[in-house]
């Protein structure tokens, strides 16, 4: 096992990286490779975790060639199917869990229905599959939608996932296919206590500084909504308050240097309560903005 990492760490460049690798092709642990590095491994593992090591070499991003990643409490399957789920977007979903406690709890507007949550632009379902296991029945259904037909088989495939292990929060979870708000049943209109999305948000130029791990593997669609990298963000504030009950809330993940533009922008359509989050570092990663007609 040790001298295989060595030798996976000179193709990939990366030490940890090789662990994630070894690990995997021997089906343990990246933690419990240490206690098994004077091990022999069989043939087929070493040659499984070289043909992963080449792939990375070639620039794939690692999540995609383990086929899985952790995302809070779940393991989720990720391919080029959808974009990888962020770290950040973990945090999106702490401050989306907030707002629903918010709303469960009865501050604000009292919830007189079943809570109904969307996560529009669902990807591999993280959002969504997250805030339907994390909140359990305090949530009557979580809405994942999502433009692009192999994002949502995606999702489909790690809803399946989840229904074996919590089939409960599972069945909460509903796919829809179609362009943001377009996807949803019509009676959801004004019934909808948070709306939660992770949309494209890189502009056409920035789309082309960025890593090539990411722009030649990640799915553009689920990267650049148009030129500005604003254009997802302006359909979603424009029409989430037709959806939102009176104080429903919106989460959006952004890009730090877009909090001004977003925060301007929430406020100018009519929201309330405007503020942002920060990530992990500290960095405005997060919009939540009120429905204000209470
Ligand atoms: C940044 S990814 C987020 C994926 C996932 N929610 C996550 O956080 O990892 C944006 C997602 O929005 C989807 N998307 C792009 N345009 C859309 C549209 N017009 N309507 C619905 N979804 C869209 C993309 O297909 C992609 O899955």
New binding site residues.
């Given amino acids: 096992v040790r001298r295989l990492t060595t030798s996976v760490a000179e193709v990939v460049h990366s030490e940890p990286e090789a662990r994630w690798i070894v690990a995997h092709a021997a089906g343990l642990s990246p933690r419990s490779l240490v206690s098994v590095l004077d091990t022999a491994v069989s043939e087929q593992t070493s040659e499984t975790a070289h043909l992963m090591a080449r792939r990375r070499a070639d620039g794939e991003p690692l999540q995609y060639i383990l086929g899985t990643w952790s ?1 809070r409490h779940l393991e989720v399957i990720v391919d080029s199917r ?5 770290p950040e ?1 973990e945090q ?1 979903v702490e401050v989306a869990l907030a707002e629903i406690r918010r709303r469960a709890s009865g501050s604000g507007a009292v919830p007189t229905r079943p809570m109904v949550i969307t ?10 599959l997250s805030v339907a296991l994390e909140m359990g029945d305090s949530v009557a259904a979580v809405w994942a ?4 037909p192999a ?1 949502l088989d995606l999702a489909r495939d790690n809803l399946a996932v989840l229904a074996r292990s919590h089939p409960a929060a599972a069945a909460r979870v509903h796919l829809a296919p ?3 708000f ?2 949803l049943p019509e009676d959801l209109m004004g019934q909808v206590q948070v709306v939660v ?5 890189v502009s056409a130029r920035e789309w082309s500084g960025l890593d090539p791990v990411v722009r030649d593997y990640e ?1 553009h ?3 650049v ?1 148009g030129v500005t990298g604003l254009e ?1 963000f302006e ?1 979603l504030i424009a029409q989430a308050h037709r959806w939102l009950v009176p104080g429903g809330g919106l989460v959006l ?1 952004m890009a730090p240097h877009q909090a001004a533009t977003l925060t301007a922008m929430a406020e100018g359509a009519g929201y309330g309560d405007v503020t942002v989050h920060g990530d992990l570092s500290g960095r405005p990663r997060v919009l939540v903005a009120r429905s204000a007609h209470v």
């Fill in positions: 995302f959808a974009l990888v789920p962020r977007t999106v996560d529009l632009g669902t990807g591999s379902g993280v959002i969504a939608t999502d433009v692009s994002a179609g362009s943001w377009d996807a999305a992770n949309p494209p948000y799915p669609s689920a990267l909504p997802a359909i993940e």
